[in-house]
């Protein structure tokens, strides 16, 4: 089966993704196990007895033997993650030393961690290198610690135009869900009001102004209620019968359950 699996891989990368998830696994059952024996040595439990001390001793032999095959593998994909995202820190750090803290847009970037020389591969927006100025920056970069790296800078015209229309794509959607954001809270927080006033003044003649919102109220609980409030400039006092009109009106027209009305007085 595993066989099998290791055909399907495209490169060394996906393929020691693909072991790192399943040895994440092994490890996590493997804890789990130690967790349970701390637990029942804390809570001193029993131990179940055999009659027959030759069987004991050869249960207490494959349990020893499955645990020491749990450690090595263990031990080895933790150094060997650790080893993984140290490098690619550092290959972080020479980029925006050595690129972006002097501006240059990087349009491309990735980085193989298991190749022999590990590489880097970058594209720039506008910037070129010539040959010199590449070797220039390997040396910087096995001075910096990254030593057996080799960094490719991909400026090829056709590379470089897919890879500023995915940039763009990226952008474009980051654009869209800022967007999308703003209109919810401005949703959140507003009526559609366009000839609210004119429709409001010709059914209550005496109106000199009026606004609607949705106000958020804030308490000691710790939360927030949003809550319709319309606020209004009369002429003259309204009567009641005039308030509890024009709150329904308002209900009506704003497509809300409740309203809370209020006089703006001079």
């Known amino acids: 089966m595993w066989l099998i699996q290791f055909t399907d891989f495209q490169s060394n990368e996906q393929l020691l993704s693909h072991l790192i998830h399943n040895a994440q696994r092994v490890i996590n059952c493997f804890f789990i196990c130690i ?158 009001t366009e000839n609210l006033y004119s429709e409001a003044k010709a059914i209550f003649p005496d109106l000199k102004s009026l606004s609607a919102a949705k106000q958020e109220i804030l308490s000691d609980a710790d939360s927030a209620a949003v809550i319709p409030v319309a606020i209004y400039e009369s002429e003259k006092e309204l009567p009641e019968a005039e308030k509890q009109k024009l709150r329904k009106w308002l209900q009506v027209r704003l497509k809300v359950d409740t309203l809370e009305l209020y006089n703006r007085k001079k």
């Not at 499955?66 to 995202?85: C, D, H």
């Open 35 to 192: 967790a349970t024996f701390i637990i029942v040595k804390y809570l001193n439990y029993p131990a179940v007895g055999l009659v027959d001390n030759k069987r004991a001793t050869s249960v207490r032999n494959w349990i020893t033997g499955i645990t020491l095959l749990m450690i090595i593998p263990s031990v080895y994909f933790a150094y060997r993650f650790i080893q993984q995202q140290r490098f690619y820190d550092k290959v972080s750090q020479f980029i925006t030393k050595e690129f972006e803290d002097k501006g240059n847009t990087i349009v491309y970037r990735k980085t193989f961690y298991s190749t022999d020389p590990r590489r880097v591969e970058l594209a720039f927006l506008t910037r070129r290198f010539t040959a010199a100025q590449i070797a220039e920056e390997n040396q910087k970069m096995a001075d910096f610690g990254l030593e057996n790296t080799k960094l490719i800078i991909r400026q090829d015209s056709a590379f470089l135009a897919k890879a500023n229309k995915i940039q763009n794509n990226e952008a474009g959607n980051d654009a869209a869900k800022i967007a999308s954001e703003l209109n919810a809270k401005i949703d959140r927080y507003t009526f559609n």
